[in-house]
């Protein structure tokens, strides 16, 4: 039978529930246990693809084209096991389909109401991924704050599954904070101690306290909690501040979490997981022998989470390279072709991200300009790739005002334009070209070199396309069409032969790269990246450019 964890959150929102959740299912995955992550989000989105980064953070696309919460990132990157639509449910998502139901008949003469018919879906949807039999255990975590109104509904269907489930299959692990008041030089617990009432007062005992902390827990403050919040010894588990998320699953492990989570699942503890691998990346991360510096253009850049997924795969692709890869982020609306060398000479590679609509859209293709021109090791995701393109047609192929028919549905060539498909399209949620495409890649192109193979699969998030009609020009002058999706031809990977990085793509590969599997793309980049850096130390040191490594 399934097994299924609830985590919740007290006190405070962004105290890691994501983070944390994936750090627990990866010790259970290495303990030769089939564990997924789904996340229940309150809010009344059907889900968060019409949400502005401002608002929600990146957008991330499963392999079935679901746009969901950031946190489902995470679990990739942690499990590298696939979610799906089913990992990620909103308030939006299940009202939606009771009230579908309700119109379609189901409650043909009944009262609908939050209990049951809102709880029911709930727990309905709590329990699918457990029902496939694909896994051992569920892991759920909910979104918000505990104490939030819009909460209530989950945590009452919480409170029903534990006596549904049983005790012994369903277990609530509540992640909480304990403050420290410089001041008085102490640890806090009343915080804690109210978002455990708050739970209990909903009829919800928590089974494991999760407690983050910027300060030991000691033996005292532990027993304090275990007395207050009703939870053995063992179960009040510390979770230290750390500088990568990626030591947070071998912080759980010194804590026991694993084992103690297996004892009140009933399941078996015996060995100990195996985190070899996943030990050997934190010790790599955190002993890089080389050092590069990225600029990232984009234009939501106040915002950390808004390119997550990218930040992430350039910490796995930096790894991979033995490099810590310092990300410096450049506001796209403040360059220009007259301040781009000032503003990007000292990166050793340049990210240009993607994004929707025109503002700051002149300066990711003066950015573009000045890589191209300057042999620096270019990377466009997606608006980046087109971006590239764009440029490639105003200042290469002399096509003057040329521009996507997002940004100037006026300009004399729509080198990008909207796919055909998409022109029928009114609604806005759900409805862009979404989720995982096959890619034929050409022989010894750039692409086809990092991936070692000639077809793959990624995932997209876009309306608009490379205009096929312009292909021969673009062609012609240069430019190579690396991937082809080979049912629409639609072209998905462009690259310039002649330089030491240029490579643009229409998908997003940020949304594939984990731990175990580095982006090859980003790996590409980040190498050319340390290359560019040896060319340039050499080239100052005064040495001929002959004798400098050549680039590949
Ligand atoms: N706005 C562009 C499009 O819809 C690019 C989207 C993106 O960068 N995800 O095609």
């Given at each position: 039978m399934t097994k299924y964890i609830f985590v919740t959150g007290g006190v405070t929102s962004s105290l890691g529930k994501g983070i944390f959740a994936a750090s627990l299912a990866k010790l259970l995955q290495a303990r030769g246990y089939r564990v997924t992550i789904q996340k229940f989000d309150?809010?009344?989105?059907?889900?968060?693809?019409?949400?502005?980064p401002y608002e929600h953070g990146e957008c991330y696309v499963t392999e079935d084209g679901a746009e969901t919460d950031l946190d489902l990132g995470h679990y990739e990157r942690f499990l590298s096991v696939p979610t799906s639509q089913a990992n990620n449910i909103t308030t939006g998502r299940v009202y939606q389909y009771v009230i579908n139901q309700e119109r379609a008949g189901a409650f043909l003469g009944k009262t609908v109401q939050v209990i049951p018919h809102i709880t029911d879906e709930i727990k309905r949807r709590a329990k699918l991924l457990g029902e496939t039999g694909e896994y051992d255990i569920v892991i759920t975590e909910l979104g918000g704050t505990v104490g939030d109104i819009e909460s209530l509904p989950y945590i009452e269907s919480l409170r029903q599954l534990r006596w549904e489930l049983g005790q012994n299959n369903c277990l609530v692990i509540h992640l909480t904070l304990i403050p420290y008041l410089s001041a008085a030089k102490e640890l806090k617990t009343k915080p804690t101690q109210h978002s455990v009432k708050e739970l209990l007062k909903n009829g919800v005992q928590p089974d494991i306290l999760v407690c983050r902390t910027e300060h030991d827990l000691s033996a005292d403050i532990r027993e304090k909690l275990a007395l207050f919040c009703n939870?053995?010894?063992?179960?009040?588990v510390q979770a230290m501040d750390c500088d990568s998320i990626y030591e947070v699953p071998l912080q759980q492990l010194k804590e026991d979490l694993d084992v103690t989570v297996l004892n009140k699942l009933n399941l078996s503890t015996e060995g100990t997981p195996d985190m070899s691998t996943w030990r050997d990346f934190v010790h790599t991360l955190y002993n890089p022998k080389h050092q590069v510096k990225i600029g990232l253009i984009g234009k939501y850049i106040e915002l950390q989470d808004a390119y997550k997924s990218i930040l992430e795969s350039f910490i796995h692709a930096g790894v991979a390279n033995e490099c810590k890869v310092k990300i410096e982020s450049v506001h796209s609306e403040n360059i220009t072709d007259e301040n781009a060398a000032q503003k990007l000479g000292h990166f050793d590679a340049i990210l240009v991200a993607p994004g929707f609509g025109p503002r700051g859209i002149e300066g990711k293709i003066s950015a573009i300009r000045y890589a191209r021109e300057n042999n620096l090791p270019f990377f466009g995701i997606c608006l980046g790739m087109q971006c590239a393109v764009i440029e490639y047609a105003r200042n290469v192929l002399g096509l003057e005002g040329a521009h996507s028919s997002e940004m100037n549905p006026n300009a004399p060539h729509h080198v990008i334009a909207m796919m055909e498909e998409q022109k029928k399209v009114v609604n806005k949620g759900g409805t862009m070209r979404l989720g995982a495409f096959p890619c034929q890649l050409k022989e010894n192109s750039k692409a086809a070199e990092a991936y070692g193979n000639t077809i793959i699969s990624e995932r997209h998030r876009h309306r608009y396309e490379f205009n096929n009609a312009y292909l021969k020009a673009f062609e012609d002058s240069g430019m190579v069409m690396s991937g082809i999706n080979p049912e629409t031809s639609l072209v998905e990977i462009i690259e310039l032969p002649n330089h030491s990085w240029f490579v643009g793509v229409q998908f997003h590969p940020e949304l594939k790269s984990t731990v175990s599997h580095p982006h090859p793309l980003f790996v590409g980049l980040v190498k050319a990246a340390l290359q560019h850096k040896q060319v340039k130390e050499l080239a100052d040191e005064g040495k001929t450019q002959k004798n400098i490594i050549s680039y590949s």
């Amino acid at each position: 039978m399934t097994k299924y964890i609830f985590v919740t959150g007290g006190v405070t929102s962004s105290l890691g529930k994501g983070i944390f959740a994936a750090s627990l299912a990866k010790l259970l995955q290495a303990r030769g246990y089939r564990v997924t992550i789904q996340k229940f989000d309150p809010y009344i989105n059907v889900d968060p693809g019409t949400l502005n980064p401002y608002e929600h953070g990146e957008c991330y696309v499963t392999e079935d084209g679901a746009e969901t919460d950031l946190d489902l990132g995470h679990y990739e990157r942690f499990l590298s096991v696939p979610t799906s639509q089913a990992n990620n449910i909103t308030t939006g998502r299940v009202y939606q389909y009771v009230i579908n139901q309700e119109r379609a008949g189901a409650f043909l003469g009944k009262t609908v109401q939050v209990i049951p018919h809102i709880t029911d879906e709930i727990k309905r949807r709590a329990k699918l991924l457990g029902e496939t039999g694909e896994y051992d255990i569920v892991i759920t975590e909910l979104g918000g704050t505990v104490g939030d109104i819009e909460s209530l509904p989950y945590i009452e269907s919480l409170r029903q599954l534990r006596w549904e489930l049983g005790q012994n299959n369903c277990l609530v692990i509540h992640l909480t904070l304990i403050p420290y008041l410089s001041a008085a030089k102490e640890l806090k617990t009343k915080p804690t101690q109210h978002s455990v009432k708050e739970l209990l007062k909903n009829g919800v005992q928590p089974d494991i306290l999760v407690c983050r902390t910027e300060h030991d827990l000691s033996a005292d403050i532990r027993e304090k909690l275990a007395l207050f919040c009703n939870v053995d010894r063992k179960s009040v588990v510390q979770a230290m501040d750390c500088d990568s998320i990626y030591e947070v699953p071998l912080q759980q492990l010194k804590e026991d979490l694993d084992v103690t989570v297996l004892n009140k699942l009933n399941l078996s503890t015996e060995g100990t997981p195996d985190m070899s691998t996943w030990r050997d990346f934190v010790h790599t991360l955190y002993n890089p022998k080389h050092q590069v510096k990225i600029g990232l253009i984009g234009k939501y850049i106040e915002l950390q989470d808004a390119y997550k997924s990218i930040l992430e795969s350039f910490i796995h692709a930096g790894v991979a390279n033995e490099c810590k890869v310092k990300i410096e982020s450049v506001h796209s609306e403040n360059i220009t072709d007259e301040n781009a060398a000032q503003k990007l000479g000292h990166f050793d590679a340049i990210l240009v991200a993607p994004g929707f609509g025109p503002r700051g859209i002149e300066g990711k293709i003066s950015a573009i300009r000045y890589a191209r021109e300057n042999n620096l090791p270019f990377f466009g995701i997606c608006l980046g790739m087109q971006c590239a393109v764009i440029e490639y047609a105003r200042n290469v192929l002399g096509l003057e005002g040329a521009h996507s028919s997002e940004m100037n549905p006026n300009a004399p060539h729509h080198v990008i334009a909207m796919m055909e498909e998409q022109k029928k399209v009114v609604n806005k949620g759900g409805t862009m070209r979404l989720g995982a495409f096959p890619c034929q890649l050409k022989e010894n192109s750039k692409a086809a070199e990092a991936y070692g193979n000639t077809i793959i699969s990624e995932r997209h998030r876009h309306r608009y396309e490379f205009n096929n009609a312009y292909l021969k020009a673009f062609e012609d002058s240069g430019m190579v069409m690396s991937g082809i999706n080979p049912e629409t031809s639609l072209v998905e990977i462009i690259e310039l032969p002649n330089h030491s990085w240029f490579v643009g793509v229409q998908f997003h590969p940020e949304l594939k790269s984990t731990v175990s599997h580095p982006h090859p793309l980003f790996v590409g980049l980040v190498k050319a990246a340390l290359q560019h850096k040896q060319v340039k130390e050499l080239a100052d040191e005064g040495k001929t450019q002959k004798n400098i490594i050549s680039y590949s």
